[in-house]
């Protein structure tokens, strides 16, 4: 019976075109047929234990608290309840919510606007040798925290900062930078722009430059070429890009705070404030921490969702 078993192995593996199996590995193969989830279950047993502890129970433990009453604000304590997320509907924190979401999308769209042309300029046009050089005086400000990188900004934007004394030796009139919008969003664009850069140089150098060569030989013009073959082509990573500056620009806590001063409060620094400021509202902290995690949620899922249709699309 084993030599007939060898010679159905051989026969096998001569039309598989893989080595014959050995009569001591069929209790392995049997073992791998009966329990094929084991081997996948162990490689993934350390970062799933590290998802749950960091991760998915702290979740869980800001979802109690959301659902906990608070008595100072009229709730009725004991059981569990909504009251926390109906306390979000007031128009002060939607005005809260808004200007957090006005930040995000502003920071996404300048990163996207500045980030562009020097990810095409670096992928597409600057010489080889020097991509690698280019790419890394990008990523340096990311070896540094982030903030000092908003402190070296108040030193900049300040009143007797440098971006008035230059104004000044130009006979210009200053400006109250410091504590402002602008001074928001220069400082979010000037810590997420590696970002953008990173990605869609990642994606421009994949690009087909057939397509573009093609494009102009039929006598497209460079703006019909860009619109109609790069974007196209760079669309999926434009979409993670932007979504990737959106979720870390609207979850950014040192720059507004540090920049934009008491008047520019966003869900991030609300958050601070129910947990560790003077109201101590856990529950309320807990249900607008849940916001930003809804938020980013939805965020991946679109990505996952219509990213990816993009990408077999083209």
């Known amino acids: 019976m084993d030599a007939v078993y060898r010679m159905q192995d051989f026969q096998d593996s001569v039309k598989c075109d893989r080595p014959p199996r050995l009569p001591q590995d069929r209790p392995v193969l049997r073992y791998r047929a009966r329990m094929p989830w084991l081997q996948p279950l162990l490689l993934l047993a350390p970062a799933g234990l ?3 502890l960091l991760l998915v129970f702290p979740t869980l433990l800001l979802l109690e608290l959301s659902l906990i009453p608070d008595f100072r604000l009229g709730q009725v304590p004991g059981a569990y309840g909504v009251g926390n997320y109906l306390t ?21 769209l300048l990163c996207l606007l ?10 597409l046009l600057a010489p080889r040798r020097w991509r690698s050089l280019l790419l890394l005086g990008f990523v340096l400000p990311l070896w540094t925290s982030s903030l000092l990188r908003a402190y070296a900004w108040i030193t900049i934007l300040r009143p007797s900062g440098v ?3 230059f104004l000044g030796w130009l006979h210009l009139p200053g ?3 410091l504590n402002s919008t602008p001074a928001i969003f220069i400082g979010m664009t000037y810590s ?3 970002y953008m850069v990173l990605i869609l140089y990642a994606t421009l ?36 890009a932007g979504l990737l500056v959106f979720i870390s620009a609207l979850g ?31 529950g309320l902290g807990s249900s607008l921490s849940l916001l930003l995690i809804g938020a980013v949620g939805v965020g991946i899922w679109l990505l996952l969702r219509f990213g990816d249709r993009q990408s077999d699309a083209l």
């Open 205 to 240: 150098e994949k690009l087909d430059r057939r397509l573009l060569e093609a494009a102009a030989d039929l006598g497209a013009k460079p703006s019909q070429t860009f619109w109609q073959v790069t974007v196209p082509q760079t669309l999926p990573g434009i979409v993670a």
């Open 114 to 123: 500045l980030g562009f042309p020097v990810s095409y300029w670096i992928a």
């Open 88 to 108: 979000l509907l007031d128009p002060l924190y939607l005005k809260v919510v808004g200007r957090s979401l006005f930040y995000a999308c502003g920071t996404t």
């Open 163 to 165: 971006l008035n004394s």
């Open 175 to 177: 400006q109250t930078w």
């Open 252 to 282: 950014d806590f040192v720059v507004p705070d540090l920049l934009g001063g008491s008047s520019s409060m966003t869900v991030p620094r609300l958050v601070y404030q129910q947990f560790l400021g003077a109201t101590r509202n856990w």
């Open 50 to 52: 590290w998802l749950v």
């Open 192 to 194: 997420f722009l590696p």
